[in-house]
């Protein structure tokens, strides 16, 4: 499956902002996915996942102001941000994986970078 995020932007602290993220090359309702932040020099970090059956998973960091969800029949998955802080700035990975939140995503995004200031 082929993943391409988009919404990324600049936001001003307290704004908001929803990332999409389209998948092609296959069905992503049997997959677990997911969104990532990575800022330089700092490893990657899960921020929200939705597995097939639509339960969903957050860091603490984000929990409350985010909220992942997915459309299976127009095969995209959103991340609605909210209460944005300067501390979310990184660039956002979509992601995908037939295992569950826990497990090893091999399906991944360009990224899109979200700057909060």
């Known amino acids: 499956v082929q993943l391409v995020e988009s919404g990324g932007g600049s936001v001003q602290v307290g704004g908001s902002l929803r990332l999409s993220c389209v998948a092609s090359g296959d069905t992503i309702s049997r997959y677990c996915m997911g969104w990532f932040r990575q800022i330089p020099d700092k490893e990657r970090e899960g921020v929200a996942g939705i597995e097939s059956d639509g339960s969903t998973s957050y860091a603490d960091s984000v929990k409350g102001r985010f909220t992942i969800s997915r459309d299976n029949a127009k095969n995209t998955v959103a991340l609605q941000m909210n209460s944005l802080k300067s501390e979310d700035t990184a660039l956002y990975y979509c992601?995908?994986?037939?295992?569950?939140?826990?497990?090893?995503?091999?399906?991944w995004g360009q990224g899109t970078q979200v700057t909060v200031s």
């Open positions: 992601a995908a994986t037939g295992d569950s939140w826990g497990g090893d995503f091999g399906h």
